[in-house]
T-cell receptor, first 116, second 112 residues
Framework: DAGVIQSPRHEVTEMGQEVTLRCKPI?????LFWYRQTMMRGLELLIY????????DSGMPEDRFSAKMPNASFSTLKIQPSEPRDSAVYFC??????????????FGPGTRLTVT | GEDVEQSLFLSVREGDSSVINCTYT??????LYWYKQEPGAGLQLLTY?????DMKQDQRLTVLLNKKDKHLSLRIADTQTGDSAIYFC????????????FGAGTRLAVHP
């Protein structure tokens, strides 16, 4: 399996622009997680889905952030409008939920977002 | 509440053993994990331990779990320069969604 795929790997944009980050989870995984990592705040869970349904979005910082999962193989995280403080590395992770077993999360390589 | 704590930095000499410690608060955690993050990369699962175990060994890695004290440790034997990275401890909460609570990460620096 190719693992979790994220695109783009790097994004540089100007303040006020819309940014869309994309994630393809591992085939067969039914839970998907979006994280943000910064030096100041470390790794933060933004939102997670189970069977394409958002379960908990309490980590989403503001209404400027939104996430969707239209099907089992694709999710987006959108920031509109973007601000310099949104600069961070955004990770997507997936896992197989339910049943027995370790059910670890597998992380993508991340998208490094820079907002100028 | 849910919280995972780790020391932020550890420096060791090449060839020595490294021990990274972690404490967690939720006694109902089912699995505990160690992830490794190298510069510019995502988090990579290193190992995990089920909550009814107290030790797990995997080559140079040894995980110790003290469930009474809610303390988890990762020992890396014969530490190499390639082990330099950030190590995250995480606990999996009960429930069906596999939500993990991560610590802040311990930066391991290996010097000659």
């Amino acid at each position: 399996d190719a693992g979790v795929i994220q695109s783009p790997r790097h994004e540089v944009t100007e303040m006020g622009q819309e940014v869309t980050l994309r994630c393809k989870p591992i085939s067969g995984h039914n839970s998907l997680f979006w994280y943000r990592q910064t030096m100041m705040r470390g790794l933060e869970l933004l939102i997670y889905f189970n069977n394409n349904v958002p379960i908990d979005d309490s980590g989403m910082p503001e209404d400027r952030f939104s996430a969707k999962m239209p099907n089992a193989s694709f999710s987006t995280l959108k920031i509109q409008p973007s601000e310099p403080r949104d600069s961070a590395v955004y990770f997507c992770a997936s896992s197989r939920a339910g049943g027995q077993g370790s059910r670890e999360q597998y992380f993508g390589p991340g998208t490094r977002l820079t907002v100028t | 509440g849910e919280d995972v704590e780790q020391s932020l930095f550890l420096s060791v000499r090449e060839g020595d053993s490294s021990v990274i410690n972690c404490t967690y608060t939720d006694s109902s955690s089912t699995y505990l994990y160690w992830y490794k993050q190298e510069p510019g990369a995502g988090l990579q699962l290193l190992t995990y331990i089920f909550s009814n175990m107290d030790m797990k060994q995997d080559q140079r890695l040894t995980v110790l779990l003290n469930k009474k004290d809610k303390h988890l440790s990762l020992r890396i034997a014969d530490t190499q320069t390639g082990d330099s990275a950030i190590y995250f401890c995480a606990e999996r909460l009960p429930g069906g969604y596999n939500k993990l609570i991560f610590g802040a990460g311990t930066r391991l620096a290996v010097h000659p």
